[in-house]
């Protein structure tokens, strides 16, 4: 059964540190591993990863996927309050919008 | 460029009522998904629909639980007879009919059933 397993479960931070977000899966037929931040609301789009080894960035985020070893990270440097969020990894097959979700990140960033 | 829209944000019903979710997809997108969270678990996929078809419903429930996307107007997921277990935010999102946007699909602010 295709599986996306998140760690940790939860994180507690201060402002400023570094934190990464880890996501590994098991799947049958692989197309792109994406990440979505949560905030009590709609889940927002961060990344698309298709490619082993090429970052994706964004401001202060940054993800990478190794297709060899099976996971991808969720990097955010110098955390701020607003990064609290709960941090959703998923994997998608074929070409539809058919994702299987990991049960999700959830980051506080304290003052 | 209004994004995925849904309502009601809130709904109560009691046990046995009928609950109607409506989902507007991103303009432009013609795929429709709907998503279910249950409190303290993760998003898992209910069904998927492009216009005046089901092309997946391999996450709905098998009884009471329906969906469609007519030609015109919303999607509209429909739980009859709903049960306290229904309680749960529905997502639903939508992506456009692209092979480049790959398995990116966009949220809209969810529907959250408690069922009293």
């Known amino acids: 059964e295709d599986k996306v397993v998140q760690s940790p479960l939860s994180l507690v931070v201060h402002e400023g540190d570094t934190v990464t977000l880890n996501c590994s899966y098991e799947v049958t037929n692989f197309r792109s591993l994406l990440w979505y931040k949560q905030e009590k609301k709609a889940p927002t789009f961060l990344f698309m990863l298709t490619s082993s080894g090429i970052e994706k960035k964004s401001g202060r985020l940054s993800s990478i996927l190794d297709k060899k070893e099976l996971f991808s990270i969720l990097n955010i440097t110098a955390t701020q309050t607003g990064d609290s969020a709960v941090y959703l990894c998923a994997f998608g097959s074929g070409n539809t919008g058919k994702l299987i979700f990991g049960q999700g990140t959830t980051l506080q960033v304290k003052p | 460029n209004a994004g995925v829209m849904q309502n009601p944000r809130h709904l109560v019903r009691r046990r046995g009522q009928e609950a109607r979710l409506r989902c507007s997809p991103m303009?432009?997108?013609?795929?429709v998904y709907w998503y279910r969270q249950l409190p303290e678990e993760g998003l898992k996929f209910m069904v998927y629909?492009?216009?005046?078809?089901?092309?997946?419903e391999s996450g709905m429930p098998k009884e009471r639980f329906s969906a469609e996307f007519p030609k015109e107007g919303p999607s509209i997921l429909r739980i009859q007879q709903v049960v306290r277990g229904d309680s749960a935010a529905y997502f639903c999102a939508s992506s456009p009919f692209s092979a480049d946007s790959g398995n990116t699909i966009y949220f809209g602010e969810g529907s959250w059933l408690t069922v009293v």
């Open positions: 303009k432009g997108h013609s795929h």
């Open positions: 629909l492009q216009k005046e078809n089901i092309i997946d």
